[in-house]
């Protein structure tokens, strides 16, 4: 085990510490208060009414009704259940609308979609990674049945307009579903009076646990559950509920509530002051998105004649923890495809990391990460290209 205070952990977008309110908080439903929320008797009443609490703090986060909380089991399903309640209604309209930078819990989806004889558009961004509303709106079809696309990007951080986008799908009759999985406790979010029918979050990416997700249905559009069973969460998601993990989500909700002025302001200081010094004391580097409105927390560095994969051991090795693109991808040895849609060079997108920052962070961490960032670049610069290949087909 690596000492905590020898790590400085800069990858708050792949997952976040728990929060100890939180832990506290959904104790006892892991040991006394063990009651089924469906039970008639008070035992059960008691789980019931905290699994209540959580939902409305939950729906204060977002804006909404407590009421259009569905509970699921993590950001992917609650993805995935929207676009398949969305194609379940009308079973001849089959077409999907979605971009090409979005998180595999929505591309590889869609992609398993048209697998299955559904035809998908992605839409494509600027090197900013900037959508072009135009192209959204003229990808729409009559057949098109749902338009997904994530409120932020979990690679970049670039917001995407999604309450814009949601006012032409309600022009057009259609369907708009956004993953905000990285939006949600890091910018404010309002669904009310909004134009958006779904909307999917996930618990570990503001200081709830892990495998806890919910999915926002708006109270006036149809929805269809993809796992069937008992009656829970009012029809819409069958299973015996995950008690612990819900009371956590909704105190890391309601921490999220307190601390969103925070976020807008330390945490974007810590990112900030991070790609100030960077950009000063590292020549071959540019910031990826920076003309694009991003995330507070986000960085996407490119540094010019590295490889990222090689350089994750090396920042590993000084116990810095981020990642190249997305913590799913880690390993895979594949490029970044949101940095390729973006047109991004091919040596800027494989020498791309992503730091990102969160409320657990203090300014110590950022100014080791400063220290020590240049320094093992100036590092992997150095190594000659046959041990970056050797390296590389050893971490890919
Ligand atoms: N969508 C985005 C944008 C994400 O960043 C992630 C996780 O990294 C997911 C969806 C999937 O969420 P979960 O890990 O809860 O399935």
Excluded at 329 to 340: F, P
Aim: glycine fraction near 8%.
């Amino acid at each position: 085990m690596i000492p905590s205070e020898e790590m400085i952990y800069l990858d708050n977008n792949a997952t976040t510490q728990l929060d100890p309110a939180v832990v506290e908080e959904m104790l006892p439903f892991l040991t006394t208060s063990y009651g089924n929320p469906s039970s008639g008797y008070q035992f059960g009443g008691q789980v019931r009414r905290a699994i209540d609490r959580a939902r409305e703090r939950l729906a204060a986060l977002l804006g909404c009704e407590p009421g259009e909380i569905v509970f699921t089991s993590c950001g992917t399903e609650s993805n995935n259940a929207a676009i398949n309640s969305a194609l379940e209604f009308d079973p001849r309209e089959k077409h999907v609308v979605t971009s090409a930078v979005e998180h595999s819990a929505v591309l590889r989806h869609c992609h398993a979609l048209e697998r299955r004889g559904c035809e998908v558009t992605f839409v494509s961004v600027d090197r900013d990674g900037n959508l072009d509303l135009a192209e959204v709106e003229k990808a729409i079809r009559p057949d098109t049945e749902i338009v997904s696309l994530m409120w932020a990007n979990n690679e970049t951080g670039v917001l995407f307009p999604v309450e814009k986008i949601a006012e032409i799908c309600r022009e057009k009759r259609v369907l708009f579903h956004t993953d905000a999985v990285q939006a949600v406790g890091k910018i404010p979010i309002r669904l009310r009076d909004s134009a958006i029918n779904f909307l999917a979050l996930s618990a570990h990416k503001f200081h709830g646990p892990k495998g806890m997700g919910a999915l926002y249905v708006n109270r006036r559009s149809r929805f269809r559950g993809s796992i069937i069973g008992g009656g829970q969460e009012n029809g819409r998601r069958a299973g015996t509920e995950n008690v612990a993990s819900i009371v956590a989500l909704g105190k890391a909700a309601e921490r999220s509530s307190e601390s969103l002025s925070e976020e807008q302001t330390r945490v974007r200081a810590m990112r900030d002051r991070f790609e100030e010094a960077i950009l000063e004391k590292v020549r071959g580097v540019s910031i990826n998105g920076a003309g694009a409105t991003r995330l507070p927390n986000t960085s996407s560095v490119s540094f010019d004649g590295i490889e990222s994969g090689v350089a994750l051991v090396l920042f590993d090795q000084h116990h810095i923890c981020c990642s190249a693109g997305s913590a799913c991808r880690t390993g895979s040895g594949e490029a970044s495809h949101v940095l390729r849609a973006m047109k991004l060079p091919d040596e800027r997108v494989r020498g791309s990391l992503r730091f990102s920052f969160g409320r657990f962070n203090g300014d110590e961490d950022v100014e080791r990460a400063i220290e020590t960032v240049p320094k093992i670049i100036e590092q992997l610069r150095l190594l000659s290209p046959m041990v970056v290949e050797t390296a590389r087909s050893a971490v890919s």
